[in-house]
C-alpha cells in the first residue's frame, strides 16, 4: 500500500496534521466502520505511509473521547495521546475549521507525501470560486457525517437506501453559517421526510419523537395517514454519534414547526 521506495511512518509519532485527517474520516464514517479493512481507511493509510490497523487504531483512539459513544456504553481504544485529546476537542468546537483544514493537508499530503508535517494554508479572499470550493467541502462533510451517525437509514423511516437520504439541517446554515458542517445540526431524513422537515410540516421534539403538523390532520388522502400522520409521535432513531442538540431542536419547532 505504501508504494516502493516510501517507508512506513507507523515508528513515528502522529503529528498534528495526520491527526486532523484521522478525525476527519472518524466523523466521516460509522464508527463499526473504523476498521483495517475499511476502504476509507486503506485510502488514508496510503496517504499517511501508515499501515491500515495503524490508522483503525487511531481512529479507535478519537472514539474513547466521544461522549454519545460512552451513553450507549461504547468504548474507544485506550492509550490515547495529549495531542489527541487537544486535536478532538479544538475541531469538536471547530467543525468549519477542520473541514477545510482537511481538506487542505489531504492535497498536501497528495503532492509533497514525504513531508506529513508541512505547513498548510487555507485557502482565502472573496473570489466567489473560492466561495464555492469551500462550500462544497463544508457540504461533502456534512452529508458525510451524518449519514454515517444514523448509520445510513433515515431517522423516521428506516429507510436504508443511500441515494435517497438527506443530511438535513435543523438550524437552516443560512440563518447561522457557523453551523453549516456542524453535524450535531443535522438529521438524516428520506426526502420526502426531508421536504416536510424543511417546510414545517414535521418536527422532532426533545424527546426524539416526531411531530406531524395540524395542517395535514383532515388531508384525504389514505397514503397520508399511512405514511405521515400515523407517525405522530413515533420516536426516531437516536444516532450512535452527534445528537441533534435540544436547543436546536425547540428552534425548529418555534420557528419552522408549522403546528396548526
Not at 495529549?82 to 492535497?107: G, I, N, Q, T
Not at 416526531?210 to 400522520?229: A, F, Q, T, W, Y
Not at 432513531?237 to 431542536?249: I, K
Request: a positive charge; one cysteine or more; aromatic letters at 6%.
Amino acid at each position: 500500500m505504501s508504494g516502493p521506495g516510501r517507508p512506513m511512518n507507523d515508528g513515528k509519532p502522529w503529528c498534528r496534521d495526520e491527526l486532523v485527517v484521522a478525525f476527519d474520516l472518524y466523523c466521516r464514517i460509522p464508527f463499526q466502520k473504523t476498521k483495517s479493512s475499511t476502504p476509507e481507511v486503506k485510502e488514508l493509510a496510503n496517504l499517511l505511509r501508515r499501515s491500515p490497523a495503524a490508522v483503525a487504531r487511531k481512529l479507535g483512539n478519537f472514539g474513547s473521547f466521544d461522549p454519545e459513544l460512552k451513553k450507549r456504553a461504547i468504548s474507544g481504544l485506550p492509550h490515547t495521546s495529549h495531542l489527541d485529546r487537544v486535536v478532538w476537542e479544538e475541531f469538536h468546537k471547530d467543525w468549519a475549521k477542520l473541514v477545510l483544514l482537511a481538506a487542505v493537508v489531504r492535497a498536501g499530503l497528495s503532492t509533497a507525501p514525504d513531508h506529513p508535517e508541512l505547513a498548510l494554508v487555507l485557502p482565502s479572499g472573496p473570489s466567489e470560486r473560492t466561495r464555492s470550493a469551500k462550500l462544497r467541502v463544508h457540504q461533502a462533510f456534512f452529508r458525510d457525517a451524518v449519514l454515517a451517525s444514523y448509520n445510513n437509514m433515515c431517522c423516521v423511516t428506516g429507510l436504508p437506501i443511500v441515494e435517497c437520504l438527506v443530511a438535513s439541517h435543523v438550524i437552516p446554515w443560512s440563518r447561522d453559517e457557523s453551523l453549516r458542517a456542524d453535524p450535531t445540526n443535522g438529521l438524516c431524513l428520506s426526502a420526502t421526510f426531508d421536504r416536510l422537515f424543511d417546510r414545517g410540516l414535521i418536527t422532532v421534539s426533545d424527546d426524539m419523537k416526531v411531530v406531524v403538523s395540524g395542517r395535514l390532520r383532515d388531508h384525504p388522502s389514505p397514503v397520508v395517514k399511512r405514511e405521515i400522520l400515523d407517525r405522530d409521535g413515533q420516536p426516531v432513531t437516536p444516532p450512535v454519534r452527534f445528537r441533534p442538540r435540544t436547543e436546536s431542536l425547540r428552534w425548529h419547532m418555534a420557528n419552522v414547526f408549522q403546528g396548526s
